[in-house]
């Protein structure tokens, strides 16, 4: 479809009297489970409303175009154009290392996914998820061709292995529903007219001024671009400061560069932030850790940053991180650990000899040893009882100053955006204009790492493209 057809509006004179007046496991799982599919059943065209309608989606992400699909399989006759200024889908290419993590298997109760939400998790406990979620949302991939298998931490991926898969499905969905994509351009300026419809101006590359089209129904799915923030803002709603979430740390103490490549299964990672005006129990989490050549990183450290992305914002991303590098072991247990070790081994050397049941490399074990002022040529038979307690401590309660944030590789997260309050969540309508809506981040929603942030982007659309398709039919 071009921008040609008549439900667009070129006359600039037109716009400025408009304007004037109105501001499956390893491919074998996900068959077996429960479906609810993402319906298509075809709306008898006699309840159509009329063909000429239009629906302009602002971002080709995976909100937009999963919304845009849902839409145009609920009307066939609505005409769906989705506008992108990059490359559409290009988050999907590189999430997940570029294998694309879908969705979660392991929380299928509603609650408990809302859960993974720093941002949303009071929301989204109602019906959002029960209206399409992670089963939804693997049951719709999986009958489009794409099989998916859950790996043992949940995160689900295509079997591939390749985030190339789910951009190829959803791109042959969008083309053989009709559904128009046109990259390139930006919708810079949305006002509603007395008609009820809304005026935007779209700016191309290649052209200093922009055009202007009437859409009957817009879809703001533009991500955490200052794009979807502006036009939001234009249309009456407020924003929430959008501040970077899931990021890594960066840690001062120059010691760790030669400790990069480390990785803790696990570990009870705390995050301290001096004048933090609240307690957030989430600032505790236990999981693996990674030492790199500027910090830490690994899910416990990213599920830390999302949690603490308000309060590590206002305190200039810095903070005091408590790390118990044996979670499993108590206090009063490890000094015995260590006692026996001692008395077994006396006569060797502490860089050499270290109890095996802490599960950590030598080069961790040295630098433990020089956080105590312990030089790794001692004997064992030298070491005070003192000094055993005070390792013994150390690695249960091992403090390191944050300094800032590092960005997760390309992936980057925001939390913040249009709130929440402000939108009909059973609809993803906003509660200020009517036929606008909105899904994806550009809400003040934000998820942990493993699959959740995909899926607030298919919910969101599946439900707002569900909520406009209907009301385009007449439903």
Same mark, same amino acid.
């Given at each position: ?27 074998? &799982?996900?068959?077996? $489970?429960?479906?609810r %599919?993402?319906?298509?059943t +075809?709306? @008898?065209? !006699?309840?159509? #409303?009329?063909?000429?309608e ?14 845009a699909?849902r ?21 999907v ?9 879908v969705?979660?298997g ?23 998820f029960?209206v ?41 969905e969008?083309?053989? &529903?009709?559904?128009? $994509?046109?990259?390139? %351009?930006?919708?810079?300026? +949305?006002? @509603?007219? !007395?008609?009820? #419809? ?5 700016e ?57 490549g480390?990785t803790?299964p696990?570990?009870k990672?705390?995050?301290?932030i ?50 118990d ?6 206090i009063e ?18 860089s050499?000899s ?26 064992w ?8 307690i ?13 300094t ?26 906003s ?18 790492t ?18 406009i ?7």
């Open positions: 479809m071009s921008f040609t057809l008549a439900r667009f509006v070129l006359l600039h004179s037109r716009v400025c009297s408009e304007a004037a007046t109105t501001t499956k496991n390893n491919g074998g &799982l996900i068959s077996t $489970l429960k479906k %599919k993402f319906t298509s +075809a709306i @008898p065209r !006699a309840q159509n #409303k009329t063909s000429e239009l629906l302009v989606v602002v971002g080709g992400g995976a909100a937009g175009v999963y919304g699909i839409a145009k399989t609920l009307a066939p006759n609505l005409n769906v154009v989705v506008i992108e200024k990059g490359k559409p889908l290009s988050k290419k590189i999430s997940g290392g570029g294998r694309c993590n969705t979660n392991h929380c299928v109760d509603n609650k408990m996914l809302a859960e993974n939400y720093p941002r949303g998790h009071k929301e989204l406990r109602g019906a959002f029960n399409h979620g992670p089963v939804d949302t693997m049951s719709w991939f999986s009958e489009h061709g794409v099989r998916l298998k859950i790996e043992d931490d949940g995160r689900v991926f295509p079997v591939s292995n390749s985030s190339s898969t789910i951009i190829d499905c959803l791109m042959s969008s083309t053989h &529903l009709g559904v128009s $994509l046109q990259t390139g %351009k930006a919708v810079i300026t +949305a006002s @509603p007219t !007395a008609g009820g #419809k809304f005026l935007l101006g779209i191309k590359r290649t052209f200093s001024s922009p055009e202007y089209v009437e859409a009957d129904y817009l879809l703001i799915a533009s991500g955490n671009s200052k794009q979807g923030y502006s036009l939001a803002s234009q249309l009456g709603h407020s924003i929430v400061d959008p501040v970077p979430s899931l990021f890594t740390f960066k840690i001062e103490d120059p010691r760790l560069a030669d400790l990069s480390i803790f696990k570990v990672a705390t995050l301290k001096e004048n933090a005006r609240r307690n957030i129990p989430q600032l505790t989490q236990v999981g693996p850790v990674l030492v790199t050549h500027w910090g830490f990183s690994g899910p416990a450290i990213l599920r830390l940053s999302a949690w603490g992305a308000c309060v590590l914002s206002s305190s200039g991303y810095k903070g005091t991180l408590i790390v590098f044996t979670p499993d072991v108590h247990d490890l000094k015995s650990i260590l006692t026996q070790h001692k008395n077994r081994f006396a006569k060797q050397k502490l050499n270290y109890p095996s049941e802490f599960g950590l490399v030598k080069r961790f074990w040295i630098y433990i040893l020089g956080r105590q002022g312990l030089l790794g040529d001692t004997l038979a030298s070491i005070s009882k003192n000094s055993l005070s390792l013994a401590h150390m690695l249960k309660h091992c403090n390191f100053y944050v800032g944030k590092s960005q997760y590789k390309d992936e980057f997260v925001t939390a913040g955006g249009v709130p929440l309050s402000e939108i009909s969540m059973n609809m993803m309508e509660k200020i204009q009517s036929h606008l809506f909105f899904a994806g981040e550009v809400l003040n929603v934000d998820g942990i493993g699959g959740f942030n995909f899926q607030n982007a298919w919910s969101g659309g599946y439900i707002a493209g569900t909520s398709g209907k009301r385009a039919v007449g439903a």
